[in-house]
């Protein structure tokens, strides 16, 4: 059966079947809004996925797809030092996808939802030539100020916990028709959030976080410019995994580091503390100094196109 | 120039140019999170609108498209009596998209945002095969309760506030190639959404609540099953605007009240209150009785095919 048998509220039945509401959740889905007891400000952040952009169906199955969708807007909560608590989710897909197919991404939109802490309290779906998912999160800074891109500054240490560049290392073989090292490729499938680091990180004293969505060095340079510092990234604390060595080997000798330093999409956390303030769990990859805003890699200028994702590029 | 052209980041900062926050708006775009101050529960919904199948470039400009994308939002968090306060837009459109269009939208999501009173906050943008818009709205409950779909009581009468079968009419005459009459066709390409009658309502007791989105049967359905209740509309108090009798008739001499009772996307507001108790400027249009969830026109079943818009529907 597809989805254009199956109908649009059948569809949304399916997708929200058994969903309740609770904890800071008054009211779920199945009203024209849901409705959220928080116990501060709101951090709220929009994310949308596109295939054949962001993901392609032979690549990822439907279960991968509804997790990432999660993932990725969840860890802009985290990069906030927020708690997520909430998220809603638009699906737009074609008449003819098979209905086992949106189950999929139903079940992979819940099982990430739990392993995030957040509930699925409404969403919308439609038909559209392809793929096109949305997700926006919701999120509780519970008496707490955010920590945004602004705070670095000169004299603390740079931060990260969580993965770099193995979703990059997955696309790079994946791109050559391999399905091999099997951990990479899951982790383009589904990026490892470091779900709850966010509050940590913040609770610990973070004064500037982002997640690493377009790659480590392209991001730094955000909170570079927010904060009006230098960020300079020291290699020699990078350790690089086995199998980013072995795709580096395999796709021709390249600098397995550049997954490290350019890849995006595994949502790792990047943030600045005092040094005395550096998180259990929290690997120290560089330091802030005083400048004109930029990204330094051991001390110099970056040689290499530290460009990261761009949509609409050529 | 195209989006392609233009690229991702630089599109961003055309759209988000001059944007600041303010009151509720404690964090606006730029960040990883907007952040939100609000003064009681959060009411979320999300809507999604999809080239060709909610929209035409041919019949609707760039603005037409960015100020229904609002509206059609907005008018969710209306209907739970909650005051808009914030939103988030993501945008997913082709790379050959020029970039004329991009403004447009722009404008568009900018001047329908300060009509309905609420600041864009974030969004997102990638590209795609086709046009795909999906709007999330924040508001704010400021200490009462939602006004939900589940607490119309019998006894107590339905009132309607905004435009029935207008948007209707005008795809009715699109549809056939004509542009006129000129105000139902600008009823499709913008709803007139009013914007402040949620609260209204909610302040008078309204005790249960929609907006028309999928058609006035339709839409009143969502009440009688979940307050389980009858709900007969008497279309003796039905105006029939001089515009729905000039289509109905140039389109064959159809009942022009089936676009007042089917017709959707005008998002109009409909609620139940105590009869003393309608504000001023809604229209008693039915009354809520004892029995088995129903709803009735003229208190007896409706003949015609009250199904309202499907998507994914052949």
Chains 1, 2 share one sequence.
């Not at 800074?141 to 993965?163: E, K, S």
């Not at 009006?228 to 060595?245: N, S, Y």
């Amino acid at each position: 059966m597809t989805l254009g048998e199956l109908g649009e509220f059948a569809l949304i039945g399916r997708i929200t079947a058994g969903l309740g509401a609770s904890g800071p959740v008054v009211l779920g889905v199945g009203d024209d809004c849901a409705v959220l007891r928080l116990a501060g400000d709101l951090a709220v952040s929009t994310d949308t996925m596109v295939e054949n952009v962001h993901f392609r169906t032979d690549w990822s199955s439907a279960e991968d797809v509804g997790r990432k969708a999660v993932a990725a807007c969840v860890a802009d909560a985290e990069a906030m030092g927020a708690a997520p608590i909430g998220l809603v989710v638009s699906l737009a897909a074609p008449a003819t996808t098979p209905t086992e197919w949106a189950d999929g991404f139903a079940a992979g939109v819940r099982s990430e939802c739990a392993a995030a802490g957040v509930q699925l309290v409404g969403g919308d779906t439609t038909s559209a030539a392809q793929i096109v998912i949305t997700a926006t999160v919701l999120a509780d800074l519970a008496g707490q100020p955010a920590v945004t891109r602004a705070g670095a500054r000169a004299g603390q240490v740079l931060a990260v916990v969580g993965r770099l560049g193995w979703a990059a290392a997955g696309v790079a073989v994946l791109g050559r028709g391999f399905r091999s090292p099997r951990a990479v490729v899951l982790a383009h499938r589904v990026p490892e959030v470091p779900y709850g680091q966010g509050r940590v990180a913040a609770e610990a004293g973070a004064s500037a976080m982002i997640d690493v969505s377009d790659g480590l060095l392209a991001d730094l340079a955000h909170i570079a410019r927010a904060s009006g510092v230098v960020l300079d990234v020291d290699t020699g604390a990078f350790e690089i995994a086995e199998p980013q060595k072995a795709v580096a080997a395999a796709i021709g000798g390249g600098d397995p580091l550049l997954f490290q330093l350019t890849g995006g999409d595994d949502h790792a956390l990047v943030a600045a503390f005092d040094a005395s303030s550096v998180p259990a769990g929290w690997r120290v990859i560089g330091r802030v100094l005083a400048g004109e805003p930029d990204v330094l890699v051991d001390g110099a200028p970056w040689a290499g196109a530290a460009t990261g994702w761009r949509h609409f590029a050529k």
